[in-house]
C-alpha cells in the first residue's frame, strides 16, 4: 500500500514538472489570461471583413473592427477595402486606444454575462444606436450587428440588421 501512495506522488510530481518545465502551456495559458478582461482578449482586434455589392452593382469589402482595453471599454472602426495591417501597425493601433476611459461615438462599456456579449455605442439622439449582441468563443467573438435609428419615413424608431452572427476572429498584436 505504501508503494501505492509514493508512486502516485511521483507520477504527479513527474506531471507537474513536465507541464512547468518541459513544456510552454503554462506560461503561455498565463499571458493569454493576463491579456483578456472578463474574458475578452485585449493584446490585439477583432476583425470580420464583409462582402458584398452595392445597389450599383460595385463590389466592396468592409472590415468590421473591435479593439477592447484592459478598462472595459470596446471601440469600433469600420474600414473600407482589404485587411492588410501587420503585428506592428496593429500594435500602434491598439495603443492609441488602452487608456481611453470615457463614452463617445467610438467607443463604449460592453457588457458581458457568461459568453454573451452587448456593445452599444450610442449617437446623438436616443434611440440611435449601434448595437453589437453575441457570444464569444474561444479567441473568436460571434456577433450580430444592428443599427436603431428614428425613420423619419414612418415617424417611428426602426431597426436595420447588417449581419447576424458572423465571427470576428482575433488577430494578435505581438
Known amino acids: 500500500m505504501t ?70 471599454f470596446a471601440f469600433y472602426i469600420d474600414n473600407e477595402g482589404s485587411f492588410n495591417l501587420n503585428k506592428l501597425e496593429i500594435n500602434e493601433l491598439i495603443s492609441g486606444y488602452k487608456s481611453i476611459i470615457d463614452e463617445n461615438g467610438g467607443c463604449a462599456r460592453y457588457s458581458k454575462n457568461n459568453n454573451n456579449i452587448e456593445i452599444k455605442f450610442n449617437h446623438r439622439l436616443p434611440p440611435d444606436a449601434d448595437i453589437f449582441i453575441g457570444t464569444i468563443d474561444g479567441n473568436n467573438l460571434y456577433l450580430t450587428f444592428k443599427s436603431n435609428y428614428f425613420d423619419e419615413s414612418i415617424g417611428a424608431p426602426s431597426t436595420k440588421i447588417y449581419f447576424n452572427n458572423k465571427k470576428f476572429k482575433f488577430i494578435k498584436s505581438n
Open 3 to 72: 508503494s501505492f501512495i509514493i508512486i502516485i506522488v511521483i507520477i504527479i510530481i513527474v506531471k507537474f514538472i513536465y507541464d512547468t518545465y518541459l513544456t510552454n502551456n503554462t506560461d503561455t495559458k498565463w499571458k493569454e489570461y493576463k491579456s483578456t478582461v472578463y474574458g475578452i482578449r485585449t493584446d490585439g482586434l477583432y476583425v470580420f471583413e464583409q462582402t458584398g455589392t452595392s445597389t450599383w452593382g460595385d463590389k466592396f469589402i468592409i472590415n468590421h473592427i473591435l479593439i477592447f482595453n484592459d478598462f472595459g
